[in-house]
């Protein structure tokens, strides 16, 4: 390595305590060569990666001459500190640009989604000597992506601070993303958020920077780079456990004392069906096939998720989209039994189109139906962590389905999953061979 300067300089998280390390030449089996730079400030490690020899060179003699004459290093970004704003547009800049084109194409849930998790990484991706004013990520959360917004003046005065802190995106080095990723799996109280919400965060992280390297701002995603922890390695779907979906007693009595006719068929609507309630919101009355007598079949079209007015293009509080993981066009047949047929029936009238679940010709209100199920809950005196969210009773339907010995396939169809998700989900509720098989281990005992 070539030490190239020593002694600490004045300012604070700068070093002219530098050393630039000989170029190594990474070669791994089924992915593209590449060549690393790796250099030291103030005993912090700093690396970054090429794809071309020639580059990774040219990068080198840059740190090694800005080393020589005597220029402090950031030692947070590794970078001389004339040159940090000189290597692209800020990640800020990136973000902008990046929900900028996908919000017209994105359903209002997944841009809450995307939009939360960024302003999360965004406020992190400054220097570690740089403190984030109050109600930055809020102010992210109420603009990205958005034109012409109105802002208040607190929120200008943060996002202007963010665009003078933002790192320029050719700066993240792997050790920044490292530190990115610790503060970001860490809640406001300091307590470690879940493995799924920090696998999230590390996700929409790489996306950011996947962009930036499809707009040829940088050749590598540093992201990539950075070794996987085993709490956030892909795990697509968690398993429900029985205590959450309670029981159909619980459910029945529960669902029974809901004040509000529309809100307790609603709600019954999620159960017997097993449909998600953002499909019951969307449920119209033409996709209803209901008999005098005997079962009757929904056939869905629409899924209508309620994430809050400034999300949707509509400007209303649910985002009326197809269904789940399926082309514009799909339907998906749920079939219904008398129970849901008469109540159907009963709801919808002399009726021939529009939403079967409307007050005053809006949809339902997704608060006012997790309003009436949180008090119908408190009032039965069900424990907390037992059916808390309406959402819930498609699962309880989904595992007494199974348990009456329905095949996994048929289940699925209605639920509307593939047969592998519906297993991995519902693997720990399943019980109805549980008596067979107690009774072969314990013949084998007593042998």
Same mark, same amino acid.
């Given at each position: 390595a070539d030490r190239l300067a020593t002694g600490t300089g004045s300012r604070l998280m700068q070093s002219y305590d530098v050393r630039v390390w000989d170029l190594r030449k990474r070669t791994r089996t089924g992915r593209p060569t590449r060549f690393e730079v790796r250099w030291v400030v103030d005993t912090q490690e700093h690396s970054r990666s090429f794809e071309f020899k020639a580059q990774a060179d040219a990068f080198r003699s840059s740190l090694i001459a800005a080393a020589k004459t005597g220029e402090p290093f950031d030692v947070d970004t590794g970078q001389p500190v004339g040159a940090t704003r000189g290597t692209g547009p800020t990640c800020y800049e990136i973000a902008q640009q990046m929900m900028a084109a996908k919000w017209v194409n994105s359903? %209002?849930?997944?841009?809450?989604?995307?939009?939360?998790?960024? %302003?999360?990484?965004l406020c992190a991706l400054v220097p570690t000597n740089r403190t984030a004013p109050e109600g930055l990520r809020f102010a992210l959360r109420a603009t990205l992506g958005r034109k012409n917004v109105e802002r208040e003046p607190t929120a200008t005065d943060a996002l202007r601070w963010l665009k003078r802190a933002s790192l320029p995106v050719g700066d993240v080095t792997d050790q920044i993303v490292r530190r990115v990723l610790d503060q970001v799996a860490t809640g406001l109280t300091g307590k470690q958020l879940s493995d799924s919400v920090r696998k999230q965060r590390r996700t929409y992280l790489s996306g950011l920077f996947t962009y930036a390297v499809e707009q040829k701002h940088i050749t590598v995603n540093p992201v990539a780079t950075v070794k996987v922890k085993k709490s956030e390695r892909a795990v697509t779907s968690q398993a429900i456990n029985s205590r959450q979906i309670g029981d159909l007693e619980t459910a029945r009595n529960t669902i029974t004392q809901i004040v509000g006719d529309l809100e307790r068929d609603f709600v019954s609507t999620v159960f017997l069906a097993g449909m998600r309630p953002s499909e019951v919101a969307a449920l119209r009355v033409e996709d209803c096939n209901l008999p005098a007598a005997g079962w009757g079949e929904l056939v869905l079209a629409k899924s209508s998720a309620s994430v809050g007015r400034s999300w949707t293009d509509s400007g209303k509080s649910r985002d009326n989209r197809g269904l789940k993981n399926r082309s514009a066009s799909e339907r998906r047949t749920v079939p219904i039994?008398?129970?849901?047929?008469?109540?159907?029936?009963?709801?919808i009238g002399d009726r021939k189109r529009g939403w079967v679940f409307a007050r005053g010709g809006e949809q339902?209100?997704?608060v006012g139906v997790s309003r009436a199920w949180k008090h119908s809950r408190g009032w039965c005196e069900v424990n907390d962590d037992v059916l808390p969210r309406v959402y819930d009773l498609r699962h309880l339907a989904a595992s007494l389905w199974l348990n009456a010995g329905v095949p996994v396939v048929e289940v699925a169809a209605r639920l509307g999953h593939s047969p592998e998700v519906c297993f991995r989900v519902y693997a720990h509720v399943i019980h109805t061979e549980r008596p067979r098989w107690n009774a072969v281990i314990e013949a084998a005992l007593d042998a």
């Open positions: 359903a %209002a849930k997944s841009r809450v989604t995307e939009v939360d998790n960024l %302003a999360h990484v039994p008398p129970e849901l047929v008469v109540l159907l029936l009963k709801r339902v209100s997704d």
